[in-house]
């Protein structure tokens, strides 16, 4: 089984889009309306009515979705691999972590993680890390000091630093988004200047 390169482990950085989705309910159900809760609910949770609203940019992560991936290998080849990606409310609400696991077609894991995702309503910032599983490594997502978290509308965008891989940044972008799809792009530099595209994910909801 061919090994995938070092930076596989660390561009997941993924990771990670608009408030275009439609937010999920931002109160809490009435009483006699607790019964009416779906069980995607129950099982993903729901937004705290007290969360900053900017949490909706990342609600449209909350679910269980199935995702075929493309990575771009050292000799310019493209290799499809196979991922999932489960996104759930926790901490009564005010933040969201959403899990990821990519394999080969014939099951080998390549990289396993969570990202944690919260809004910094005095600072008007977002804090967000993915946890690599199987590193141990934290990375910080769109941190302040290269631009934050950006979101046009249509896409959300942001960049890290690897700690681990061959490239210096990479930045993410989600795009495409919809309530049954969304699309993931993960792109290297060294320099901040230049980037090359090295994984797309194409990411589906499951159908109950």
């Not at 009416?36 to 129950?42: G, N, Q, V, Y």
């Not at 995702?67 to 999932?84: F, H, I, N």
């Not at 394999?103 to 990202?115: D, H, R, V």
């Not at 967000?128 to 490594?137: E, V």
Request: proline share 6%; net charge neutral.
């Amino acid at each position: 089984m061919r090994k995938v390169s070092a930076l596989l482990p660390a561009f997941l950085a993924v990771f990670l889009l608009s408030s275009m989705v439609p937010a999920r309910p931002t109160s809490e159900p009435a009483e006699e309306d607790s019964q009416a809760m779906k069980p995607s609910d129950l099982e993903h949770g729901t937004p705290n009515p007290n969360a900053p609203p900017e949490l909706s940019r990342f609600a449209f992560l909350v679910g269980k979705w199935r995702c075929d991936a493309k990575l771009k290998r050292e000799d310019g080849t493209w290799e499809s691999l196979k991922a999932t990606w489960e996104g759930r409310y926790i901490l009564d609400g005010f933040a969201i972590a959403d899990e990821y696991r990519m394999t080969t077609p014939a099951g080998e894991l390549l990289a396993l993680g969570i990202n944690l995702r919260a809004y910094d309503s005095k600072k008007k910032a977002w804090n967000m890390k993915w946890l690599n599983a199987l590193a141990g490594t934290w990375v910080d997502l769109g941190p302040e000091d290269l631009g934050g978290v950006k979101a046009d509308g249509k896409t959300i965008t942001y960049r890290m630093k690897e700690p681990v891989a061959a490239h210096l940044l990479t930045r993410a972008t989600y795009t495409n988004i919809s309530e049954s799809h969304f699309t993931w792009r993960g792109e290297r530099s060294n320099d901040g200047k230049e980037w090359d595209e090295f994984l797309i994910i194409e990411v589906y909801r499951q159908k109950k």
